[in-house]
Every structure is written in C-alpha cells, then in structure tokens.
C-alpha cells in the first residue's frame, strides 16, 4: 500500500491501534475492538496503558468525544453536525477505524442519493439470467455494515431528499433491512450502528424528518474556541500533511500560521483580536480546515517555486482565494480589513502588500 495517496485512518494509525489493541483490558461493547476508554484515547491522545505515546487526532473538547463513543455504544446512532470544516468527517473516520477498524464503509449522500444506494441495488445481468436472489443482490455499504455488525459512515446525510432519508428509519429502529423482492431480511448483527454528518451551514439541505432525528444523537463539533488551540489544531495538521506530501515544513512555518489564523479570526469574529475595531465578515465561513489547506498550499508553493522558508508571498493567493467565495461582496470586505486593519500593522507590512497585489 506504499504509493497510496490517503491511507484510511486504519492503515495510516495502525501501530497505534495496536498498542491500543494489545494493552486494552477494559470490557468491550459486542464487536467493538477497543473498550470506549480506549476509543477515547485513540482520538484524543495521551498515554496507552503501559506508557506509549498516542498521538491527538481529534483536539477540543473531551466531553463531545466521550458521548460521541457513548452514543454509538447504545442502540441510538450518532449525528455529527457543524460548520465545514470542523472535523466532522475526520471524527468520524476515526471513530469507525478505533470501533470496528473499518473506516471505509461510507456512503456520500447528495441530492441524486436514491433508495438503491442506501438499502441494496441489483446486479441486472444477473437478475436478467436467474432471477431475484441474493447472488443477483448488491449490497451497499449500509448492508455491509449491517451484516458484519460493524458502523457505516453516511457523509452529508442531510444532503439527499428527505424520502431517502427515511429509508433509515427502520434499519434504525428495528435493526433489519426488509428485503421484499426475496421475501425475506437482513438482520444486523451486535456492533452495527451508523455515524452521520451534516452541516447546518449549507444551501439546499433537506431538513432530517422528525421520526428520522429521533433516532440520532446530536453531537455538535464547535469551531475552536480560542486563538492557541486554533494554533495547535493547524501546526500539527499542516506537519502531518507535510510529511505525507514530502514536503518540508520550514521552521518559520509556526509564526506564518500564526499570522494567518489572526487574520482568519477576525474576519470570522467580525472584529479585531483586541475588540478594538468591528469588521465586516464575509460570506465563506473561514474554517479552521480552510486554514490549513491556505497553510499546505503555501508550503507547496514555497517549496516547489520560492527559496525554502516561506513568505507571505507564497501564502497571499491562497488566503485570498479562501476569504473572497463572492467576488463582489467579499473583496469589499477584504479591501477594508487591509486597509482598516493590516495597513497599520508592521508585522504585517509584507501581507498587506502580497494580499493587495493579488486582490
Ligand atoms: N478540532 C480539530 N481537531 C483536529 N483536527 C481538526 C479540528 N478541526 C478541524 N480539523 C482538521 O480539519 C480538516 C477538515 O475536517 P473535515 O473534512 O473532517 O471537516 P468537516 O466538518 O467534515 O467539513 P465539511 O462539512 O466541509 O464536510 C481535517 O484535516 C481535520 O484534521
Ligand atoms: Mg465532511
């Protein structure tokens, strides 16, 4: 698997499954592979019972992780619902890699999400030769999971029409999947359960039906509260990412990212850090994922076509295009904060002038 572009969570993190795995004595949920406390440690980092070293996966708020685990341990399934780029999709990878070790039974669901692609579809020559049966039937990776008592991941579920969704209902609620051109169903095994996502931020979502909501448990994933843990969440992402990309990440990368997520937050808080001066936000919605992509975006460029270190010059276009989603409304916005804000700071002289010169 060397020359893999993204490895799941399973493979990228195996050793540390491992350790966890070999050290875990805690009881286990049916089917789990670690006992939650494990699970806990997985995504949030910290120590395995003999002292290894378990990297962060998750940062922010333990109590989230813990119910997140919880949740999925009972026979409710679990929401994870936020802004973009909080880490939604990346709980969720994790928390399916650490319970069943298997992150990859995913369903994307969009607004052309139909019923067959959620419970089962047909393979037609098949169907067309022998008629219904099981061989003719292609599972999806709800029905997978289903039968192998493992979790299926649904991304955006509020993405596909509302009818779709309540396709979910009975599988959970009464944990089976009719089968009625078989007359017969699928019964999930101990360990099933599904991880959602969704974003309340979106145009063109479709509202979860009340009897559908009623069988999820909200998780919401809040964007960082505060400056330094921001700052923690990016410097080891944009390391990680660097790595994996082989792509050095130059010692003055640190105070860059510093730079940049100052301006991402006020943009965002709709002030200065000081609460000296109100600003206009703008229409995007500056995640701290949209910092780290603005972040490996300049390292590339400042690896593969500046001198090594890296410069608001290699930065400014990225974060330009991150800030200015409308053309007319965020380059206002944009405009006034250089020339309201960033003009008068001298650490800031160089992205005032590289941001201008893109704008
Ligand atoms: N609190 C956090 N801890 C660790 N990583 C984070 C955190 N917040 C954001 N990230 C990073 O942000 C990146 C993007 O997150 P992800 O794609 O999971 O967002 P999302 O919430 O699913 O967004 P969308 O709604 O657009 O799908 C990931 O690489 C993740 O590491
Ligand atoms: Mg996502």
């Known amino acids: 698997m060397g020359n893999i572009l993204r490895q799941p969570a399973e493979l990228s993190f195996q050793s540390e499954l491992d350790i966890l795995k070999s050290e875990d004595t805690g009881p286990k949920p049916s089917n ?88 089962y579809g047909w393979n037609y020559a098949q169907l067309l030769s022998k008629g219904p049966s099981k061989d003719a039937l292609v599972p999806t990776p709800l029905y997978r999971a289903m039968e192998s008592g493992t979790l299926c991941r649904l991304e955006e579920l509020t993405r596909m029409g509302s009818d779709v969704q309540d396709t979910l209902i009975t599988v959970l609620s009464e944990k089976m999947l009719p089968i009625p051109e078989l007359n017969d169903a699928v019964f999930a095994e101990r360990g099933f359960n599904v991880i959602a996502t969704a974003n309340n931020r979106d145009k063109g979502v ?6 559908l909501k ?9 964007l960082p509260n505060d400056l330094n843990q921001e ?16 792509i050095p990440v ?15 937050r006020e943009l965002r808080g709709g002030e200065t850090l000081d609460g000296k001066i109100t600003l206009k936000t703008p229409t995007g919605n500056l995640s ?18 500046g001198g090594g270190s890296l410069s608001a010059e290699d930065i400014s276009s990225n974060i ?38 893109v704008l």
């Open 206 to 211: 479709n509202e979860l039906s009340s009897a």
């Open 32 to 119: 789990w592979q670690l006992s939650p406390q494990a699970v806990v440690t997985y995504l949030l980092g910290g120590k395995s019972p003999s002292g290894k070293e378990i990297s962060a996966k998750y940062i922010g708020n333990r109590r989230l992780i813990e119910t997140a685990v919880a949740t999925l341990a009972t026979d409710r399934a679990l929401l994870l619902l936020g802004v973009p780029g909080t880490a939604k999709s990346w709980v969720s990878e994790h928390l399916s890699a650490a319970i069943c070790g298997d992150s990859t039974q995913v369903i994307q669901c969009t607004a052309g999400t139909d019923e067959n692609q959620i419970r």
């Open 320 to 357: 330009v295009g991150a800030i200015v989603k409308d053309p007319v409304q965020d380059k206002v916005v944009l405009e006034e904060y250089l020339e309201t804000v960033l003009k008068k700071r001298r650490d800031f002289a160089d992205y005032y002038h590289n941001i201008n010169e």
């Open 250 to 264: 130059p010692k003055n990368a640190v105070d860059e990212i510093k730079k940049v997520v100052t301006i991402f």
């Open 288 to 305: 701290t994922a949209e910092a780290i992509a603005v972040m490996v975006g300049g390292l590339s460029q400042a690896n593969w076509f």
């Open 231 to 246: 700052l923690e969440i990016i410097n080891q992402r944009v390391a990680e990412m660097g790595a994996s990309l082989d």
């Open 214 to 222: 009623r069988r999820f448990n909200v998780v919401v994933l809040p």
